[in-house]
């Protein structure tokens, strides 16, 4: 079940038990052990039975409030809310367990108990189980990310000009030349032809990386190896140097994090943007590959100009990429000098897939074991409604259960 169905349950749930408030507050009386008197009914007893009517009408608004969340598509919302809900129902628990034991001492009030707990044990379960896709973001991050973005349109255009507006002019100039020689010269005409069609092909291969840095993530329909050798091609082109790339085996999809293909391409895309506007290198080597077999490692490596590091640079170029670095939990290495060129060395963590699985299980089961404990609790109190609360004792024992043999077998 995913998280948005279980507010929508969760909504239509205190609907109907808090209409069973609001209605019929005067009958439900019984089951926390009011004794209704004959009339003249007690007008005193009236006015305190009527805020069961409200304390319905609550659960009522809660309920509709959960609905509307639902609604959201917000999946980290949707998380947060759930921790702000586990509180409230958590605190909702501890009321109602602490009545129960001065006061009511019945099955109405056992049931209201386990009515405002499995609530707030299911948000504890998304919440423990539940991995985040991504954290929110800062707001420094997201300046960062709106910058970048300006940057990279303005760097789009740039090379739009310097390269394949002039390869464009460079076509046209041979294609001219070969028209003019065409009766005279056939040998320069073929020559002109020949340096036309060359350009054409520069161009085109540089337009498809131009593309792939304007394509929200080219990696999903190309692959990560393809899209790197394309932005090594296009750098080759554009710059005039000597691009080199040795690509090894990638990790098997399971053991690469979540979203690291893109991360990965987008820092080697900034980082070749740097090479071919920046450091006038004769040489690039590009390689990718496992490390220790348990990182997978982006190394960039020129022999440009370089620059110091310890001087603040213009624009958010490498910012940008060591903000990708740490929303991933990578570590990215820059290693340079002025005129000794740079390095730059990505490392990405590989998952364990054991040992995730483990951590999933272990999450799962310390969810069901917290919330149980408090319910095998209250049947144990009062043996009268072991009958109601027995069954969810049970059915959430078994669900331990199947969580506690996969993690026998992974030890």
Not at 3 to 12: E, V
Not at 257 to 271: D, K, L, S, W, Y
Not at 303 to 324: C, N, V, W
């Amino acid at each position: 079940m995913s998280l948005r169905r279980y507010f929508q349950l969760i909504g239509w749930s205190m609907i109907v038990v808090g209409f069973a408030f609001w209605g019929y507050h005067w009958p439900m009386a019984r089951f926390f052990g009011i004794s209704m008197p004959a009339p003249p009914s007690n007008a005193a007893l009236d006015k305190a039975l009527s805020f069961g009517g409200l304390f319905g009408g609550a659960l009522m608004l809660h309920g509709f409030t959960c609905l509307g969340m639902a609604t959201v598509r917000d999946t980290r919302f949707l998380r947060c809310a759930s921790k702000y809900l586990l509180i409230g129902y958590g605190f909702l628990a501890f009321v109602t367990f602490a009545k129960q034991i001065a006061i009511w001492g019945t099955d109405g009030g056992a049931l209201l108990l386990l009515a405002v707990t499995l609530p707030g044990a299911g948000f504890l379960y998304f919440i423990v189980t539940e991995r985040s896709g991504s954290t929110a973001e800062s707001n420094r991050e997201r300046q960062l990310r709106e910058v970048a973005g300006q940057e990279e349109r303005a760097r789009l255009a740039q090379d739009l000009h310097d390269s394949v507006k002039q390869q464009i002019y460079s076509m046209q100039t041979n294609l001219a030349a070969a028209q003019a020689r065409w009766e005279t010269d056939q040998p320069g005409a073929r020559d002109a032809l020949e340096h036309a069609r060359e350009t054409a092909r520069d161009a085109m291969s540089e337009m498809i990386a131009l593309l792939d840095r304007l394509r929200q993530d080219p990696v999903e329909s190309i692959g990560l190896i393809e899209a790197l050798r394309r932005q090594g091609e296009a750098l080759g082109y554009q710059s005039g140097a000597l691009v080199t790339t040795e690509f090894g085996s990638l990790p098997s999809p399971d053991r690469i994090p979540p979203g690291a293909p893109t991360v990965i391409f987008r820092i080697a895309q900034e980082a070749v943007a740097n090479i071919a506007r920046h450091a006038r290198a004769n040489r690039v080597h590009i390689t990718t590959g496992t490390e220790d077999g348990s990182r997978l490692v982006m190394t960039i490596r020129d022999d440009g100009r370089g620059f110091d590091p310890r001087q603040p640079r213009k624009g958010m170029g490498l910012a940008s990429m060591r903000s990708r670095a740490i929303e991933l939990g990578a570590r990215l290495a820059v290693d340079t000098a002025e005129g000794s060129g740079c390095t730059l060395k990505l490392s990405v963590p590989l998952i364990d897939p054991v040992a995730m699985r483990r951590r999933v299980y272990e999450r799962r089961l310390l969810a069901t074991v917290l919330p149980l404990s408090v319910i095998l609790l209250a049947a144990l109190a009062w043996p009268s409604a072991s009958s109601y609360i027995w069954p969810v004792v049970i059915a959430g024992t078994a669900f331990a259960a199947t969580q506690v043999w996969p993690l026998v077998r992974l030890r």
